[in-house]
């Protein structure tokens, strides 16, 4: 059970935090809805051969990931060298100005509307600069809310993250699906496309003002050697008695093995990374990115296809409550291992499908079956573990090298599924089921990492985390020199 000590400030603090996350799912998916004006405005024009087009295409609109890259990579030095919250600040600008930009790319260039293919790079530009807002957000929103929460609840709050990012993306579907049905596919593809970028100016701004509200966490105060401060907030985040231990355990643990990238072996940063990785390599971008085209590939009609990827978003939603309300419970580990094997199932039916062209009702189950397995466990439990794993006096760096991994990782899918959905030998051959089978032999791959390599952290302290990788290091010497058992 929870301290209640200062657990209402440390509610509202997250739910201002998770406003990062559902800018990240807003953000990454609001173009799925417009990929068909994209490809009519800016690339069908250039009459480019099948693949040129296609990887023009996917690179469009995998664009922002480059962003997210640059802002997963430098989030970690931002968190260190100026704060969390001042972090999340700067998140919250680029967020607003890639989002008007992305909606005119024309604008102060030439005619809204009259550029045509011209329009394209500084489209291009635009979503990468959200796409750094994005990578910022997906590294701090997280470590924020580590950094604040009882451990009790950690992984529950944490999660909240997770579910304001699928949030995020169920309500640009949402939104996205409403203004299709204020015109025709004319108007959508000349004037409503823009009012689905420009929409998420909105929660832009008002993530930007709560944060000039909030302070920033007893760890990175104590980091910059402002205790008094740091034990300020903690007293208002826990409870009066248990604050000053709090403070000298987050004193040690910053001077205990120092602030190498190494100092606490490589196992710690390989298993982070490879989390990262692993949770963009069995699909989900794909999936996330690429609904509305999926279900037209199943037959349906645009109308049709964004009413059913709204479906398999309110899917997301709820398996990820799910994951909130059990992964303090039962434990990383279970969750992970499950939700690798029902996303392996679900892919494997999938590509079955396809490739028989047996296509319906059961395509979409099988959609939702590979986001339910996703939701309980990848989605969410990633980012809890992320937030966990690695020590206090090395979080920063080592979190932001998995974070950029994982937006290498989703740039390789994000672009890939393009061209392997739209290969005309591929389909020729699996009528749009190669992907789906590749995900699925990534998703038992995932599931044997975590069996093999992931520690179970419920229940601990950051600071007990951080010891129990250095037990893991002394135990591992120990195994190559039995002469010291």
């Known amino acids: 059970m929870a301290k209640q000590g200062g657990f209402p400030l440390v509610a509202g603090l997250t739910l201002i935090a998770t406003l990062g996350g559902l800018?990240?799912?807003y953000d990454t998916a609001v173009i799925s809805g417009a990929i068909g004006a994209i490809d009519a405005n800016f690339i069908d024009p250039l009459n480019l051969p099948e693949t040129q087009r296609?990887?023009?295409?996917?690179?469009?609109?995998?664009?922002?990931?480059?962003?997210?890259?640059?802002?997963?990579?430098?989030?970690?030095?931002?968190?260190?060298?100026?704060?969390?919250?001042?972090?999340?600040i700067v998140a919250a600008v680029f967020f607003l100005v890639g989002t008007l930009g992305s909606a005119v790319p024309e604008l102060g260039l030439g005619p809204i509307g009259g550029m045509g293919p011209d329009a394209l790079t500084p489209f291009n530009i635009y979503r990468i600069i959200g796409g750094i807002g994005v990578g910022l957000a997906s590294l701090l929103s997280p470590l924020y809310i580590a950094e604040i929460a009882p451990k009790?609840?950690?992984?529950?709050l944490v999660s909240l993250n997770q579910i304001a990012i699928v949030v995020g993306m169920v309500g640009v579907y949402f939104v996205n699906w409403a203004i299709a049905q204020l015109g025709d596919e004319q108007w959508l593809r000349t004037v409503g496309w823009r009012w689905m970028f420009?929409?998420?100016?909105?929660p832009s701004l008002l993530f930007l003002g709560l944060l000039l509200f909030v302070p920033d966490t007893p760890r990175w105060l104590v980091m910059k050697g402002r205790t008094q401060e740091a034990l300020g907030v903690l007293r208002r985040l826990d409870t009066e008695a248990d604050s000053p231990a709090i403070l000298a355990e987050i004193e040690q643990s910053l001077v205990v093995r120092g602030d190498r990238l190494f100092a606490f072996g490589a196992l710690v940063i390989v298993v982070g990374i490879m989390l990262s990785v692993f949770q963009q390599l069995i699909g989900i971008n794909a999936v996330l990115y690429y609904a509305p085209l999926m279900?037209?590939?199943?037959?349906?009609?645009?109308?049709?296809?964004?009413?059913?990827?709204?479906?398999?978003?309110?899917?997301n939603v709820g398996f990820t409550v799910v994951a909130m309300y059990t992964v303090d419970r039962f434990g990383r580990?279970?969750?992970?291992?499950?939700?690798?094997?029902?996303m392996a199932v679900a892919m494997l039916v999938l590509g079955c499908l396809f490739a028989g062209n047996a296509l319906g009702l059961g395509a979409l189950l099988a959609m939702i079956l590979y986001i339910a397995g996703f939701a309980l466990s990848w989605g969410p439990v990633t980012w809890v573990l992320l937030s966990e794993i690695f020590p206090n006096s090395i979080k920063g760096k080592a979190m932001a090298i998995a974070v950029a991994a994982q937006w290498i990782a989703n740039l390789v899918v994000s672009w890939s599924f393009k061209v392997l959905d739209g290969n005309s030998y591929l389909n020729a051959q699996f009528n749009h089921g190669f992907a789906y089978w590749l995900y699925a032999a990534m998703s038992v791959l995932a599931g044997l990492f975590v069996w093999r390599y992931v520690p179970e952290t419920k229940g601990c302290s950051l600071e007990e985390i951080q010891r129990l990788w250095f037990g893991k290091r002394a135990a591992a010497a120990d195994a190559l020199n039995p002469a010291k058992v």
């Open 23 to 25: 800018l990240f799912g």
């Open 54 to 88: 296609l990887s023009l295409s996917g690179f469009t609109i995998a664009s922002a990931l480059f962003g997210c890259i640059v802002g997963g990579a430098v989030a970690g030095w931002v968190a260190d060298r100026f704060g969390r919250r001042v972090g999340l």
């Open 152 to 156: 009790e609840v950690r992984g529950k």
């Open 198 to 202: 420009a929409s998420e100016a909105v």
């Open 295 to 315: 279900f037209k590939n199943m037959g349906a009609t645009t109308d049709s296809a964004l009413l059913q990827t709204v479906i398999v978003g309110i899917a």
């Open 333 to 342: 580990r279970p969750l992970m291992i499950l939700g690798a094997a029902i």
